[in-house]
């Protein structure tokens, strides 16, 4: 699978009605404003995107939620895009249209979708080419959008920046989440002891269902030193770290001599001790997808999919919501004790 990335310019979705057979109009969250989650408004009357030469425009059927949109929802975000607009990067759906340049698709095709130009909370949405990928008939809609960031982002952070290697043992801080998840079974997949946290006896449950060898409860204290017990005091090789404004420590008092620490996420600072970076010799790596190159990328979305059709890599729904139920999507990705998988919401 060849993806020209560079193509992938970002643009503004055209309303142009142009040729277009079926409904012109669809239902679609808009947001007129930053703010809180109330600001997540459902419109029936919003016009169909059409996609541009090197677009496909695309019947979504489920729209994956990640933490990011909420920070653009509330204007807090580096990159905002200009109001109104429909959030939305990763969805799942049938390619209703093609634009002329377009090689890969063909209408009827199902489709996974990960950074759309017109937002994915709605029932059509415009993609670049190199941005839609084709989804497996083992896989449903819903399970088509919990890939895009999660499974990229966990493949970034564990094979091109940390280069995992069978044999070593990792330590998924926040294993119950859809990156977590995506985190166990791309480590299973390669050979890894894996060591996974969750917050809640749903989410210890879950993790050990998918493969994790050996879990921990992060709210109950003195679960490092278990951890520690358990590695037989040589700390765990690579820990990936999903909230280290709350978790950077730890992981330094538990990762490995010569280890690595690959941060996904954070809400916030916090003060660490260089002297633990120092006695350990560690490594500490952020990641952010969007800085892959093209030849990342392309290795990430060959990688993913590949999984998918293999089945070693099985997306888990935590939970589903309809578009008017967007703003408690929100609300309960911010704010959930413990994830059990990935949040969805059914256009």
Same mark, same amino acid.
């Given at each position: 699978?060849?993806?020209?990335?560079?193509?992938?310019?970002?643009?503004?979705?055209?309303?142009?009605?142009?040729?277009?057979?079926?409904?012109?109009?669809?239902?679609?969250?808009r947001?007129?404003?930053f703010?809180?989650?109330?600001?997540?408004?459902v419109?029936?009357?919003?016009?169909?995107?059409?996609?541009?030469?090197?677009?496909?425009?695309?019947?979504?059927?489920?729209?994956?939620?990640?933490?990011?949109?909420?920070?653009?929802?509330?204007?807090?975000?580096?990159?905002?895009?200009?109001?109104?607009?429909?959030?939305?990067?990763? *969805?799942?759906?049938?390619?209703?249209?093609?634009?002329s340049? &377009?090689?890969? +698709?063909?209408?009827?095709?199902?489709?996974?979708?990960?950074?759309?130009?017109?937002?994915?909370?709605?029932?059509? *949405?415009?993609?670049?080419?190199?941005?839609?990928?084709p989804?497996?008939?083992?896989?449903?809609?819903?399970q088509?959008?919990?890939?895009?960031?999660?499974y +990229?982002?966990?493949?970034?952070a564990?094979?091109?920046?940390? !280069?995992?290697q069978?044999?070593?043992?990792?330590?998924?801080?926040?294993?119950?989440?859809?990156?977590?998840?995506?985190?166990?079974?791309?480590?299973?997949?390669?050979?890894?002891?894996?060591y *996974?946290?969750?917050?809640?006896?749903?989410?210890?449950?879950?993790?050990? !269902?998918?493969?994790?060898?050996?879990? +921990?409860?992060?709210?109950?204290?003195?679960?490092? !030193?278990?951890?520690?017990?358990?590695s037989?005091d040589?700390?765990v090789?690579?820990?990936?770290?999903?909230?280290?404004?709350?978790?950077?420590?730890?992981?330094?008092?538990?990762?490995?001599?010569?280890?690595?620490?690959?941060?996904?996420?954070?809400?916030?600072?916090?003060?660490?001790?260089?002297?633990?970076?120092m006695?350990?010799?560690?490594?500490?790596?952020?990641?952010?997808?969007?800085?892959?190159?093209?030849?990342?990328?392309?290795?990430?979305?060959?990688e993913? &999919?590949?999984?998918?059709?293999?089945?070693?890599?099985?997306?888990?729904?935590?939970?589903?919501?309809?578009?008017?139920?967007?703003?408690?999507?929100? +609300?309960?990705? &911010?704010?959930?004790?413990?994830?059990t998988?990935?949040?969805?919401?059914?256009?």
């Amino acid at each position: 699978m060849i993806i020209n990335v560079s193509n992938c310019k970002p643009r503004s979705p055209s309303m142009s009605l142009s040729n277009r057979i079926g409904p012109l109009t669809m239902r679609a969250i808009r947001v007129a404003t930053f703010g809180g989650p109330e600001v997540l408004q459902v419109k029936t009357d919003v016009t169909i995107p059409q996609p541009a030469d090197n677009e496909v425009l695309v019947n979504i059927k489920a729209a994956g939620v990640n933490p990011v949109e909420t920070y653009i929802r509330a204007g807090v975000y580096k990159r905002l895009p200009p109001l109104p607009f429909t959030p939305g990067s990763d *969805g799942a759906g049938v390619v209703d249209k093609v634009g002329s340049k &377009v090689k890969r +698709f063909k209408p009827g095709d199902r489709v996974f979708l990960c950074q759309t130009v017109s937002g994915s909370y709605a029932e059509y *949405g415009t993609v670049n080419e190199c941005y839609t990928h084709p989804l497996t008939a083992a896989l449903d809609f819903k399970q088509g959008a919990a890939l895009g960031v999660p499974y +990229f982002t966990a493949y970034r952070a564990l094979c091109i920046k940390a !280069k995992i290697q069978s044999g070593q043992s990792l330590l998924i801080h926040g294993a119950s989440g859809s990156v977590g998840i995506a985190c166990i079974q791309l480590a299973r997949s390669r050979g890894l002891t894996v060591y *996974g946290t969750a917050g809640s006896q749903d989410g210890l449950d879950l993790i050990k !269902k998918l493969g994790v060898h050996h879990a +921990f409860n992060h709210r109950e204290e003195g679960y490092e !030193k278990r951890i520690m017990e358990t590695s037989k005091d040589k700390g765990v090789d690579c820990i990936v770290e999903m909230l280290s404004n709350v978790n950077l420590q730890k992981d330094l008092d538990m990762v490995s001599v010569n280890g690595t620490i690959v941060v996904i996420g954070s809400r916030g600072n916090v003060e660490i001790s260089p002297r633990s970076i120092m006695a350990k010799e560690a490594n500490i790596l952020g990641v952010m997808l969007w800085n892959s190159s093209e030849e990342e990328m392309q290795e990430t979305v060959r990688e993913v &999919v590949k999984g998918t059709e293999s089945g070693e890599l099985v997306p888990v729904i935590g939970k589903e919501y309809t578009l008017e139920e967007a703003s408690q999507a929100h +609300f309960d990705i &911010v704010n959930t004790k413990s994830s059990t998988g990935r949040l969805v919401l059914i256009p």
